[in-house]
């Protein structure tokens, strides 16, 4: 199944370009993946499972005219995210060198005007603030809302992409006004500003 099927099959419409770019970067990813040890799962279905996981929640959360993505990685979810949103200002927060150099190399084959990549921790992180809040098994839900208060608006919302330790986690960080959407292993934890 091709990548449009898959994600047009989850309420997912996007520009013919997205897909365009898209194939960069998967051949980039394959190609730097192996050398650089970027992510374990470099198989094209792998990767359009990821690409997907990335995009789902833009079938349920607002708008949003900024956002940070905290740990990046390889580009789940942020950089996937920046691709579908180019009107959207995207920041890629990522402490290691060789995932920051990949982002980059992305960044420039693409010429991606919206994106900014910051080789930092978040807490490091002086003089942004974002209307929307992203990270991927990066840490708990209570930690990650301590480390990115530096860079929260005062009504900004958070996109945690969790897995099943999550029920403990909400219990730990205390918190209201929250949505969750599961879907296979994936829960979604979205944190309304």
Same mark, same amino acid.
């Given at each position: 199944?091709? %990548?449009?099927?898959?994600?047009?099959?989850?309420?997912?419409?996007?520009?013919?370009?997205?897909?365009?770019?898209?194939?960069?970067? /998967?051949?980039?990813?394959?190609?730097?993946?192996?050398?650089?040890?970027?992510?374990?799962?470099?198989?094209?279905?792998?990767?359009?499972?990821?690409?997907?996981?990335?995009?789902?929640?833009?079938?349920?959360?607002?708008?949003?005219?900024?956002?940070?993505?905290?740990?990046?990685?390889?580009?789940?979810?942020?950089?996937?995210?920046?691709?579908?949103?180019?009107? =959207?200002?995207?920041?890629?927060?990522?402490?290691?060198?060789?995932? =920051?150099?990949?982002?980059?190399?992305?960044?420039?084959? %693409?010429? %991606?005007?919206?994106?900014?990549?910051?080789?930092?921790? /978040?807490?490091? =992180?002086?003089?942004?603030? /974002?209307?929307?809040?992203?990270?991927?098994?990066?840490?708990?839900?209570?930690?990650?809302?301590?480390?990115?208060?530096?860079?929260?608006?005062?009504?900004?919302?958070?996109?945690?992409?969790?897995?099943?330790?999550?029920?403990?986690?909400?219990?730990?960080?205390? %918190?209201?006004?929250?949505?969750?959407?599961?879907?296979?292993?994936?829960?979604?934890?979205?944190?309304?500003?």
């Amino acid at each position: 199944m091709t %990548l449009k099927n898959i994600l047009e099959n989850h309420n997912l419409k996007l520009e013919d370009s997205f897909y365009k770019d898209i194939e960069v970067f /998967v051949e980039l990813l394959q190609k730097w993946g192996k050398i650089h040890n970027l992510s374990g799962r470099l198989s094209r279905d792998d990767i359009y499972e990821n690409i997907l996981d990335s995009l789902f929640p833009l079938t349920f959360i607002e708008n949003f005219s900024s956002f940070a993505d905290i740990g990046t990685g390889a580009g789940y979810p942020g950089l996937i995210l920046a691709l579908a949103k180019k009107d =959207v200002k995207a920041y890629l927060i990522e402490p290691r060198i060789k995932r =920051v150099a990949f982002l980059n190399m992305v960044k420039a084959t %693409l010429g %991606l005007k919206n994106l900014i990549i910051l080789q930092k921790r /978040v807490e490091e =992180v002086e003089d942004l603030k /974002v209307q929307l809040i992203t990270s991927r098994a990066v840490t708990n839900t209570k930690l990650l809302i301590e480390l990115t208060k530096n860079i929260k608006q005062e009504n900004s919302s958070y996109l945690f992409y969790k897995g099943s330790m999550l029920e403990n986690e909400l219990e730990e960080a205390k %918190l209201n006004n929250y949505k969750i959407v599961s879907k296979n292993e994936r829960n979604y934890l979205y944190i309304k500003g």
